[in-house]
């Protein structure tokens, strides 16, 4: 029979998840300069550090600006109809949170979350209203979402209440002019009101506008210039959809150098900054969400003006300190020829401004004016860029099968059901979720039983949640001889490519039954002592960020109100899905509401995950650039970084476990003009230990103990005083003496063959972190030449994880197994939520404690790597800046916090 696991929504999959920390500080500049040493390595240079600034403590002026108003157009050509949508967003913080604490009781955190009146927040906008005067002759009002008050051509819509950060929409459907000789506006712009605190609040927006007829082609949205990106319709709202104000905004933000399209509007948009290309996607995408026309134009630039672009990403050092000696290898950014060769292939925008005609614009220069032209074209405007341009990553997943009868001589196979190709700027700030849909159908018989799990796999993506099925596939487990088909492996691989460079394939282990031993050795499967359970679990999902851009703290705030709705959303599907029974044959209504539990619960899940993603990117890229400036370095993303986060369900051991897996944190480092190449080499040890600190104590506060991690494993070691050891390719046979796991011996070995330019940093002995039941090991590999460097478990993750046991057995039958669903995803995700509402909206100041504790513990390991180096004859990397590193880290670790963005 075929249980009720076939009625789950296959959203349930998306795990239960996440409580966040918090946003990191925006960093002040450093006026301090990297050289070489004057003295020997054993008297490491410490440039000078910034006094530091007190963090900002006054609340923002909320009159300033708590309700805005942003609109988009479903065309801006004469075409008969139109519809229009205007979103209001409320800016001001809650001041209304559930009174519970971290920690407390699942039935503590439930009643506080319901006991709390959100509508009763004194920060919710009361009673909105949007109007709007209609002023062309030729424009009808035919329908509205929400009803209207029509007085001629005066048109009045109540929006009711908005709380805060939140947001209200209004969707207008009008019939407009099926011709336009030149631009013309349809209304007089919209205006909205509100009531603060008794206090009148008022905000509107530009007209509803048609460009001439002829120009379609330049006003689409594609995934490059997304003009129907929300951020990019805000920020144009912001701007007055005014395109020169636009031109302007755009050439204010930072040039990266950089291949191609890798970041996008909204990418660009987050990070300030971008390369030729993103940055003339971003002014696209906002000239035509403002209705102007807009086209690239694709060129070359000499090497004077690729040198300009160059020299702008480094600031002026008003005051450097140190000594640079004589014959010392310093950096020359403008001269170095990547650099030059990625600046000279460059694009800018030409737009059909009103009263001007086609008319370039260059926002890559920070000097330029409308109608500058740097660079050569090579051929004529194009509406949108060839694929050829865009970086991509290719997400496939790798399942490996046990058949008890041989295919092709072998038992083991493996198969490829699922794979997908995205744009990276179609992932920016919309992580990728893969998960399983999982039917079961048990037979029985007097001797033989069988079990057979049919697992779809799939992603889901994008703002609109896209779904992208696999091919189903099948696990057959029976005691009927030869009858068994069992999944013992899954991976899943991202392969990044892009112009210019070689395709690069990650792999992250889902599972392997089999082991990373008895692979590398050549070993056999061996007994499985597989039941009839199903490997793969509905339970099961990971969400990976694809990040070539920063994180602004909106990106989090956006989600506060989701959040609201959809823990009470999730209390109210709890407590539906409570007098569930148990039933082989459900009756429609036990199914409509097992699935509507389950997709309340699966929407709750994804959010957390996101948020979790995007926390964890902005705290690390906030750190990133605070240390940058005191390396004087220029850090940046030039490709895309994976980082995973997955609730894992082993229903077969009855347990969970949350992982986090930082699996590719690469960035480039360009030291800044006239200074020691040393700096962007010591920049890249410490940011990789930086980023091993933040990740632990992310992870910290949303899972319970034992949490499992490098950093873990070194401060327990360094607690209980064993030492670390330092391995390379020629010290193997010593690496096989040593008492750790045969699988971590054989992960290593095989990293320093496949790159005997590194070493590895290992304590010299299994690690029992506290609260554990069984000893693990985790280690460094460190580059020689870049001295990057890679955190590892030895698991093959570079991650962080928390194993804990489920609270509730999970039954096969339907009440069970939906029951023990809620019990487990309430005790865990609400349970970590109710953090969150005590800290929105989230600033520069919330990340603190994170960011603290992760320079503390950077340091730690950083000098105790650094020891166990040190004692060995090869001194190469020490020599290389890693002394450096650790000099100026633990200089900068002993001042107060960093200084915090003005609220």
Same mark, same amino acid.
């Given at each position: 029979?075929?249980?009720?696991?076939?009625?789950?929504?296959?959203?349930?999959?998306?795990?239960?998840?996440?409580?966040?920390?918090?946003?990191?500080?925006?960093?002040?500049?450093?006026?301090?300069?990297?050289?070489?040493?004057?003295?020997?390595?054993?008297?490491?240079?410490?440039?000078?550090?910034?006094?530091?600034?007190?963090? +900002?403590?006054?609340?923002?002026?909320?009159?300033?600006?708590?309700?805005?108003?942003?609109?988009?157009?479903?065309?801006?050509?004469?075409?008969?109809?139109?519809?229009?949508?205007?979103?209001?967003?409320?800016?001001?913080?809650?001041?209304?949170?559930?009174?519970?604490?971290?920690?407390?009781?699942?039935?503590?955190?439930?009643?506080?979350?319901?006991?709390?009146?959100?509508?009763?927040?004194?920060?919710?906008?009361?009673?909105?209203?949007?109007?709007?005067?209609?002023?062309?002759?030729? *424009?009808?009002?035919?329908?509205?979402?929400?009803?209207?008050?029509?007085?001629?051509?005066?048109? *009045?819509?109540?929006?009711?209440?908005?709380?805060?950060?939140?947001?209200?929409?209004?969707?207008?459907?009008?019939?407009?002019?099926?011709?336009?000789?030149?631009?013309?506006?349809?209304?007089?712009?919209?205006?909205?009101?509100?009531?603060?605190?008794?206090?009148?609040?008022?905000?509107?927006?530009?007209? /509803?506008?048609?460009?001439?007829?002829?120009?379609?082609?330049?006003?689409?949205?594609?995934?490059?210039?997304?003009?129907?990106?929300?951020?990019?319709?805000?920020?144009?709202?912001?701007?007055?959809?005014?395109?020169?104000?636009?031109?302007?905004?755009?050439?204010?933000?930072?040039?990266?150098?950089?291949?191609?399209?890798?970041?996008?509007?909204?990418?660009?948009?987050?990070?300030?900054?971008?390369?030729?290309?993103?940055?003339?996607?971003?002014?696209?995408?906002?000239?035509?969400?403002?209705?102007?026309?807009?086209?690239?134009?694709?060129?070359?630039?000499?090497?004077?003006?690729?040198?300009?672009?160059?020299?702008?990403?480094?600031?002026?050092?008003?005051?450097?300190?140190?000594?640079?000696?004589?014959?010392?290898?310093?950096?020359?950014?403008?001269?170095?020829?990547?650099?030059?060769?990625?600046?000279?292939?460059?694009?800018?925008?030409?737009?059909?401004?009103?009263?001007?005609?086609?008319?370039?614009?260059?926002?890559?220069?920070?000097?330029? +004016?409308?109608?500058?032209?740097?660079?050569?074209?090579?051929?004529?405007?194009?509406?949108?860029?060839?694929?050829?341009?865009?970086?991509?990553?290719?997400?496939?997943?790798?399942?490996?099968?046990?058949?008890?009868?041989?295919?092709?001589?072998?038992?083991?196979?493996? /198969?490829?059901?699922?794979?997908?190709?995205? $744009?990276?700027?179609?992932?920016?700030?919309?992580?990728?979720?893969?998960?399983?849909?999982?039917?079961?159908?048990?037979?029985?018989?007097?001797?033989? *039983?069988?079990?057979?799990?049919?697992?779809?796999?799939?992603?889901?993506?994008?703002?609109?949640?896209?779904?992208?099925?696999?091919?189903?596939?099948?696990?057959?487990?029976?005691?009927?001889?030869?009858?068994?088909?069992?999944?013992?492996?899954?991976?899943?691989?991202?392969?990044?490519?892009?112009?210019?460079?070689?395709?690069?394939?990650?792999?992250?282990?889902?599972?392997?039954?089999?082991?990373?031993?008895?692979?590398?050795?050549?070993?056999?499967?061996?007994?499985?002592?597989?039941?009839?359970?199903?490997?793969?679990?509905?339970?099961?999902?990971? *969400?990976?960020?694809?990040?070539?851009?920063?994180?602004?703290?909106?990106?989090? $705030?956006?989600?506060?109100?989701?959040?609201?709705?959809?823990?009470?959303?999730?209390?109210?599907?709890?407590?539906?899905?409570?007098?569930?029974?148990?039933?082989?044959?459900?009756?429609?209504?036990?199914?409509?509401?097992?699935?509507?539990?389950?997709?309340?619960?699966?929407?709750?899940?994804?959010?957390?995950?996101?948020?979790?993603?995007?926390?964890?990117?902005?705290?690390?890229?906030?750190?990133?650039?605070?240390?940058?400036?005191?390396?004087?370095?220029?850090?940046?993303?030039?490709?895309?970084?994976?980082?995973?986060?997955?609730?894992?369900?082993?229903?077969?051991?009855?347990?969970?476990?949350?992982?986090?897996?930082?699996?590719?944190?690469?960035?480039?480092?360009?030291?800044?003009?006239?200074?020691?190449?040393?700096?962007?080499?010591?920049?890249?040890?410490?940011?990789?230990?930086?980023?091993?600190?933040?990740?632990?104590?992310?992870?910290?506060? /949303?899972?319970?103990?034992?949490?499992?991690?490098?950093?873990?494993?070194?401060?327990?070691?360094?607690?209980?005083?064993?030492?670390?050891?330092?391995?390379?390719?020629?010290?193997?046979?010593?690496?096989?003496?040593?008492? /750790?796991?045969?699988?971590?011996?054989?992960?290593?070995?095989?990293?320093?063959?496949?790159?005997? $330019?590194?070493?590895?940093?290992?304590?010299?002995?299994?690690?029992?972190?506290?609260?554990?039941?069984?000893?693990?090991?985790?280690?460094?590999?460190?580059? $020689?030449?870049?001295?990057?460097?890679?955190?590892?478990?030895?698991?093959?993750?570079?991650?962080?994880?928390?194993?804990?046991?489920?609270?509730?057995?999970?039954?096969?039958?339907?009440?069970?197994?939906?029951?023990?669903?809620?019990?487990?995803?309430?005790?865990?995700?609400?349970?970590?939520?109710?953090?969150?509402?005590?800290?929105?909206?989230?600033?520069?100041?919330?990340?603190?404690?994170?960011?603290?504790?992760?320079?503390?513990?950077?340091?730690?390991?950083?000098?105790?790597?650094?020891?166990?180096?040190?004692?060995?004859?090869?001194?190469?990397?020490?020599?290389?800046?890693?002394?450096?590193?650790?000099?100026?880290?633990?200089?900068?670790?002993?001042?107060?916090?960093?200084?915090?963005?003005?609220?």
């Amino acid at each position: 029979m075929i249980r009720l696991q076939k009625l789950a929504s296959i959203l349930v999959s998306f795990s239960m998840l996440l409580q966040l920390f918090a946003l990191p500080f925006t960093p002040a500049g450093t006026n301090t300069a990297l050289a070489a040493p004057a003295g020997p390595l054993a008297t490491p240079f410490l440039p000078n550090i910034p006094t530091p600034v007190a963090p +900002q403590t006054t609340e923002p002026d909320v009159l300033a600006q708590p309700l805005t108003i942003a609109r988009a157009q479903s065309t801006y050509q004469a075409t008969g109809t139109a519809v229009v949508t205007y979103t209001l967003r409320n800016t001001l913080p809650p001041t209304i949170r559930p009174a519970a604490e971290p920690g407390a009781t699942i039935t503590d955190t439930v009643a506080a979350i319901s006991a709390t009146d959100f509508a009763a927040d004194p920060n919710n906008l009361r009673g909105t209203q949007l109007t709007l005067q209609l002023t062309n002759a030729q *424009t009808q009002f035919l329908a509205a979402s929400q009803p209207a008050d029509q007085n001629g051509s005066n048109l *009045t819509f109540n929006l009711g209440d908005i709380p805060p950060l939140s947001a209200a929409s209004l969707v207008l459907t009008l019939t407009i002019p099926s011709s336009a000789a030149d631009f013309v506006d349809l209304d007089a712009g919209a205006a909205a009101y509100s009531s603060w605190r008794g206090v009148g609040i008022t905000t509107a927006t530009s007209p /509803i506008r048609l460009a001439p007829d002829g120009f379609a082609q330049w006003l689409v949205c594609t995934p490059d210039a997304n003009c129907n990106d929300s951020y990019v319709n805000r920020k144009a709202a912001e701007l007055g959809h005014d395109p020169l104000a636009i031109f302007e905004f755009v050439r204010s933000l930072g040039y990266e150098s950089y291949q191609g399209s890798l970041r996008g509007a909204r990418g660009t948009l987050w990070s300030e900054a971008g390369n030729g290309i993103d940055q003339a996607s971003l002014l696209i995408a906002l000239l035509r969400a403002s209705g102007v026309p807009a086209a690239y134009r694709l060129g070359t630039l000499n090497q004077a003006n690729a040198q300009t672009l160059i020299t702008s990403m480094f600031p002026a050092v008003t005051a450097p300190s140190g000594l640079i000696l004589p014959g010392t290898s310093t950096a020359d950014p403008a001269n170095d020829p990547q650099l030059l060769a990625e600046a000279q292939s460059h694009a800018w925008v030409e737009a059909y401004l009103p009263g001007s005609s086609w008319t370039a614009l260059d926002p890559a220069f920070p000097a330029a +004016q409308p109608g500058n032209v740097f660079g050569t074209p090579s051929g004529g405007q194009i509406a949108e860029l060839p694929d050829n341009l865009r970086h991509k990553v290719s997400a496939s997943l790798v399942v490996e099968k046990y058949a008890a009868f041989p295919v092709n001589g072998t038992n083991l196979y493996t /198969i490829n059901p699922l794979n997908a190709t995205f $744009n990276t700027v179609e992932l920016a700030g919309e992580p990728l979720v893969f998960a399983h849909l999982v039917e079961s159908n048990f037979q029985g018989g007097l001797t033989f *039983t069988s079990a057979q799990h049919t697992y779809t796999p799939y992603f889901v993506f994008g703002e609109a949640e896209t779904l992208y099925e696999g091919e189903p596939f099948i696990e057959l487990i029976s005691n009927f001889p030869f009858g068994q088909d069992m999944v013992v492996a899954e991976w899943l691989d991202f392969t990044l490519s892009g112009p210019g460079r070689v395709d690069e394939t990650y792999r992250r282990e889902l599972f392997d039954d089999i082991g990373f031993a008895a692979r590398a050795g050549g070993g056999l499967v061996g007994e499985l002592n597989r039941d009839e359970t199903a490997r793969l679990s509905l339970m099961s999902s990971w *969400t990976t960020l694809v990040a070539a851009y920063h994180v602004p703290p909106e990106a989090i $705030n956006d989600a506060y109100q989701e959040m609201v709705t959809l823990s009470l959303q999730g209390i109210a599907a709890r407590q539906a899905v409570a007098d569930l029974q148990d039933t082989d044959n459900p009756t429609p209504e036990q199914t409509a509401i097992a699935q509507a539990a389950v997709l309340t619960f699966g929407k709750v899940a994804r959010l957390g995950q996101r948020l979790h993603l995007l926390q964890f990117a902005a705290a690390s890229d906030q750190a990133h650039g605070y240390a940058a400036d005191a390396f004087l370095v220029k850090a940046y993303a030039d490709s895309p970084r994976l980082f995973t986060v997955g609730w894992e369900r082993n229903d077969q051991e009855q347990n969970e476990s949350i992982t986090f897996d930082l699996l590719r944190n690469k960035v480039r480092a360009v030291t800044y003009p006239g200074q020691s190449e040393i700096g962007s080499e010591a920049f890249l040890f410490w940011r990789a230990l930086l980023d091993m600190g933040v990740e632990h104590e992310v992870l910290a506060q /949303i899972s319970p103990a034992p949490l499992v991690s490098v950093g873990a494993v070194f401060d327990a070691a360094i607690a209980a005083d064993i030492p670390l050891d330092r391995f390379t390719y020629g010290t193997l046979d010593e690496l096989a003496a040593l008492p /750790i796991s045969d699988q971590a011996k054989a992960r290593i070995a095989a990293a320093l063959t496949e790159n005997p $330019n590194q070493y590895v940093i290992v304590p010299v002995q299994m690690i029992t972190l506290p609260g554990a039941t069984e000893p693990t090991i985790g280690w460094l590999q460190i580059d $020689n030449d870049t001295l990057e460097v890679i955190d590892t478990m030895e698991n093959g993750q570079h991650f962080v994880a928390g194993d804990y046991a489920v609270l509730a057995e999970f039954s096969k039958k339907a009440g069970s197994l939906i029951g023990g669903f809620t019990a487990g995803f309430f005790s865990h995700t609400m349970g970590f939520w109710i953090g969150f509402f005590g800290q929105m909206p989230l600033d520069g100041q919330d990340i603190g404690a994170v960011i603290a504790a992760s320079k503390a513990s950077a340091a730690a390991w950083g000098h105790r790597a650094e020891k166990a180096c040190v004692k060995k004859s090869d001194k190469k990397w020490c020599a290389r800046g890693v002394t450096y590193g650790n000099a100026l880290g633990a200089a900068i670790i002993g001042q107060a916090d960093p200084p915090l963005q003005e609220t």
